[in-house]
């Protein structure tokens, strides 16, 4: 097959671009050598070896030529350190003085940020370089590595260089995820994943999983046949390591019933071992949980000789049971399609297994109390962001309002909302059925006052036990309404209320007969009251009759 001899480069010429190119890398490794902050030298350095257009800001292919000089030698500079031993990030390094110098690699990298920084080059140059630098590097660099980009996280997240490289660093980090083992590395994945989750602002889409696709692939694997010599219930291991297939797809439950009655009886099944194996406060101070912080792992081993003694560990059950809570979360969750949402019956279902579930985590020492309560707050933080993604994920920033003056005799309009403000007639969108619900007769009634005093009544139950502050009397607001309600619906013990106070008020049905007593008025007072009104009265009469002669 024959060329063209013009398109075959000369000898000449490719030896004359590798010596261009030796040169230059020679003008860089001489200013990483320089003592001083980069801003001493950094744009001279760029400008003797490009020697740009314009003597502050690179063009395209000027941006282009720079990035291809520093990829060749930093390649150069991984593979010196490889031959050498030494750790790449602390290649070079030097002490002077008693004071150790930056090592070559971070030496490089300082100058390019700074130039990046300053906009002298292609904001996106840093982040193509470190991408560079972890694909080139072993697992035991790239947390050296890593700890440098954390280190300029505040500089890397400007918006001149967040803009340029955000999906660069996305991508870097994915790669690394990608390579780290979930159960030996667990600390390095959470430094990465905090990172993103410092570095992307909060209305940031790229880690939201808009679609709500879940991770089917987390397959937990357990023994299918009953092994030789086993003495647990080989039908109850099986039973229970299954609701992990539910666990790990949650939507299926809602599209095929017979999925869900089977995890119910096995859920049922489970629960029921739990509640007639209860753990003992010794059994939960034998298995210390803030001890096993320590060495967390995400996943428990399977293997059905284990089942007795995860039974009896508390941070196993409560791993299943928040398990269980998630999942509820998620059924009930809003802004599904019609089809997604779950009937009446497995409604009910639902908040009866709910029930259980909390009732066995305050049950499971210790201070399941305590427990339950903070997944409880985190459950309800949960909310919040699914109806942030439902809404399209709005964006969290507001810009600052700008003080504009008014002319004189100009009228300031103000925008009209159908409700009257903004967040009635948010609301009024999300509502599904407001025809219905404003007609729903439980929707706004007036309590009858039986009902109503009931809880202040309690509290003036002495044999209750329940101290003074936390009285119902103490709320202005509960004793106001019950004041109108009591002028609407019964004015004699609306009368009480100027000799005995609030709890006068409170029908004398509803207290017990030691209380009663107290706030009963005497028949001698009820004679007197009759007597008084009716002298009153006869003034009255007596001087409307003066009045008329």
Same mark, same amino acid.
């Given at each position: 097959m024959l060329f063209s001899l013009s398109v075959i480069p000369s000898v000449d010429s490719r030896l004359e671009h590798s010596l261009l190119s030796t040169i230059n890398m020679e003008v860089f490794k001489r200013a990483i050598l320089q003592p001083g902050p980069p801003q001493a030298f950094a744009l001279q350095t760029v400008q003797e070896v490009i020697k740009p257009q314009k003597q502050t800001k690179l063009a395209q292919d000027e941006n282009q030529l720079l $990035?291809?000089?520093?990829r060749t030698l930093l390649q150069e500079l991984v593979s010196s350190a490889v031959q050498s031993g030494e750790q790449i990030m602390q290649y070079g390094q030097s002490i002077d003085d008693g004071e150790t110098s930056?090592?070559?690699?971070? @030496? /490089? /990298?300082?100058?390019?940020? #700074?130039?990046?920084?300053?906009? %002298?080059?292609?904001?996106?140059?840093?982040?193509?370089?470190? $991408?560079?630098?972890?694909?080139?590097?072993?697992?035991? +660099?790239?947390?050296d590595i890593f700890g440098y980009i954390e280190s300029k996280q505040d500089i890397l997240g400007k918006q001149e260089l967040f803009a340029r490289g955000k999906l660069v660093m996305l991508r870097t980090c994915n790669q690394l995820l990608r390579r780290l083992s979930k159960a030996n590395d667990v600390v390095f994945c959470g430094r990465i994943l905090m990172f993103l989750a410092h570095f992307f602002p909060l209305s940031e889409r790229s880690a939201v999983n808009i679609k709500g696709v879940f991770n089917t692939s987390n397959e937990t694997k357990y023994e299918k046949d009953p092994p030789d010599g086993i003495s647990i219930d080989f039908n109850f291991y099986k039973t229970f390591w299954s609701l992990q297939e539910h666990f790990c797809n949650p939507a299926s439950l809602t599209l095929a019933s !017979?999925?869900?009655?089977?995890?119910?009886?096995?859920?049922?099944?489970?629960?029921?071992?739990?509640?007639?194996?209860?753990?003992?406060?010794?059994?939960?101070? !034998?298995? +210390?949980?803030e001890e096993e912080s320590a060495n967390f792992s995400i996943k428990y081993l399977t293997s059905s000789k284990l089942m007795g003694l995860e039974l009896k560990d508390p941070s196993f059950r409560r791993h299943v049971l928040v398990q269980c809570l998630i999942l509820f979360d998620y059924l009930k969750a809003p802004g599904k399609n019609e089809k997604d949402l779950p009937s009446e019956s497995m409604k009910e279902e639902i908040k009866s297994c709910e029930e259980r579930v909390k009732k066995l985590l305050e049950m499971t020492p210790p201070k399941g109390k305590d427990f339950l309560r903070k997944i409880d707050h985190i459950l309800e933080r949960e909310?919040?962001?699914?109806?942030?993604? @439902?809404?399209?994920?709005?964006?969290?920033?507001?810009? &600052? /309002?700008?003080?504009?003056?008014?002319?004189?005799?100009?009228?300031?309009?103000?925008?009209?909302?159908? /409700?009257? +403000?903004? =967040?009635?007639?948010?609301?009024?969108?999300?509502?599904?059925?407001? &025809?219905?619900?404003?007609?729903?007769?439980?929707?706004?009634?007036? &309590? %009858?006052?039986?009902? #109503?005093?009931?809880?202040? !009544? =309690?509290?003036?139950?002495?044999?209750?036990?329940? =101290?003074?502050? #936390? %009285? %119902?009397k103490n709320s202005r607001v509960y004793c106001w309404k019950g004041l109108r309600f009591s002028a609407r619906q019964d004015l004699d013990g609306f009368s009480r209320f100027t000799d005995h106070g609030i709890e006068g008020v409170v029908p004398l049905e509803l207290l017990p007969p030691d209380v009663r007593s107290k706030y009963q008025a005497k028949p001698n007072d009820k004679s007197k009251r009759a007597k008084k009104d009716e002298s009153k009265g006869a003034a009255a009469q007596a001087e409307e009759n003066q009045d008329s002669v």
């Open positions: $990035e291809n000089i520093l930056q090592g070559h690699i971070p @030496r /490089l /990298l300082d100058i390019v940020l #700074y130039l990046c920084e300053r906009e %002298h080059v292609e904001g996106g140059m840093i982040f193509q370089l470190l $991408e560079d630098l972890t694909e080139m590097s072993t697992m035991r +660099n790239c947390k !017979a999925k869900w009655q089977k995890f119910t009886s096995s859920l049922m099944i489970v629960l029921n071992t739990f509640e007639a194996q209860p753990l003992s406060d010794e059994e939960g101070d !034998a298995n +210390n949980l909310k919040n962001w699914v109806w942030w993604k @439902r809404d399209g994920c709005p964006p969290f920033e507001k810009q &600052p /309002l700008e003080k504009k003056t008014v002319q004189d005799g100009a009228k300031k309009r103000r925008q009209k909302w159908r /409700l009257g +403000n903004r =967040e009635l007639s948010q609301l009024w969108k999300w509502a599904d059925q407001n &025809p219905n619900a404003l007609t729903d007769p439980q929707r706004v009634r007036t &309590p %009858h006052i039986m009902e #109503y005093w009931k809880p202040l !009544a =309690e509290d003036m139950d002495v044999s209750a036990g329940i =101290e003074a502050e #936390y %009285h %119902h």
